[in-house]
C-alpha cells in the first residue's frame, strides 16, 4: 500500500479511537518510507539501520501492549461470567432457602392446630399419631438437606492425604468445619433465626463468605507442604474477619473494642458428631 493510503487509513483510525492500530499503520508507513529512502541513497546506512530498529521496536512494544489488552478483555469476560453464575448460585440458594422456610412453616402451624383432649382416648391418641406423622417429616426434610449438603461438602473437600502437623491438622480441621457450618447456617435455628437468615447483609456475608473459602481449599493441594502452616494461618484470620462482621450485625452492643472477648465465647464450628435434628426445640422457637 501506497505511503499516502497509509497515512489516510492512520488518520481515519484516529478519528475512529483506534489509537494502536494508527500507530501500528503509521509505524508501517514510516518504515517503508525509510526504505525508500535508503534505496535512493537519501540516508546512510548508520542512520537507516539505527532508525530501522527504533521503528521495530517500537512496533513489537505497541503489538505486545494490543496482545496484553485482548488478554484483558478474555479475563474481563471471564470474570464477569464468574459472577453472574455466582448471582444464579445465590439465587437458588435464596429459593432453597425459602422452599425450606415454607414446608418448616406450615409443619409447625400442624402442631398450633393440634389441640389434645385428656377426656377422649381415641381423639387423643389420633392427635399423639398426627404428632408422630409431623415429627416424622420435619426430620426426613432435615435428613435430605442434611444428607445433601454433608454429600456435597464430602465430594468437593476431601483432601488428598496431604500430611500435616498437629498444629497444622487442627487449624485445618477449625477452616472446614466453618465451611461445613455455612452449608448448615440456613437450617440451624441454633445459629441463625430466620429473620437473621433473611437479612439482605448476612446472607451477603456468609455467601461471599462460602465463596472465599471454597477458593481457600482449592488453592489447599497447590501450595507445597513447607508452606502449609503459613498459608492456613493466614486464612484463618480471613475467616476471623467474616466472624466479626456477623457477631457486630447480630448484638449492636459488640464492637471493635470487646471483640476479641466475643470471638472467644462464639466459635464458628460445629461439634463432630452434630445433627439437625438435635436443634428442632430451636427452630420450633422461631414460630412461638
Sequence with gaps: MPRVSLVQKAS?????????EAALTYLKATE?????????????EDEYTSRKIEIQYLTSTIEKFKSEVIDLQDEIKNLQDEINKLKEENSDLKK????LHAKMNNLSQNFRLIHLDENKEVKLGRKKHEMINALHNIQKILDWYKNKYKSEFE????????ELSSEEAIIKEEIIKAI??????????????FDLRYSSFLSHVLFYFRKDTERFMKEFNQISI?????????KVDIVNEYQKSVLMFRNPLINNDNMEMMLNRAI?????????????????????
Excluded at 481515519?12 to 494502536?20: A, D, E, G, M, R
Excluded at 464450628?269 to 436443634?279: A, G, K, M, V
Design 155 to 162: 465430594k468437593t473437600w476431601s483432601l488428598n492425604n496431604v
Design 32 to 44: 517503508g518510507l525509510l526504505g525508500r529512502q535508503h534505496r535512493r541513497k537519501e540516508i546512510c
Design 226 to 234: 513447607d508452606s502449609v502452616n503459613n498459608w492456613l494461618k493466614e
Design 268 to 288: 464458628f464450628s460445629i461439634p463432630q458428631e452434630y445433627t439437625l435434628s438435635d436443634n428442632l426445640d430451636s427452630i420450633f422457637s422461631n414460630f412461638a
Design 96 to 99: 432453597e432457602n425459602q422452599d
Design 12 to 20: 481515519h483510525q484516529l478519528s475512529s479511537n483506534n489509537i494502536v
Design 180 to 193: 461445613y457450618s455455612v452449608d448448615f447456617y440456613q437450617l440451624q435455628g441454633f445459629y441463625l433465626s
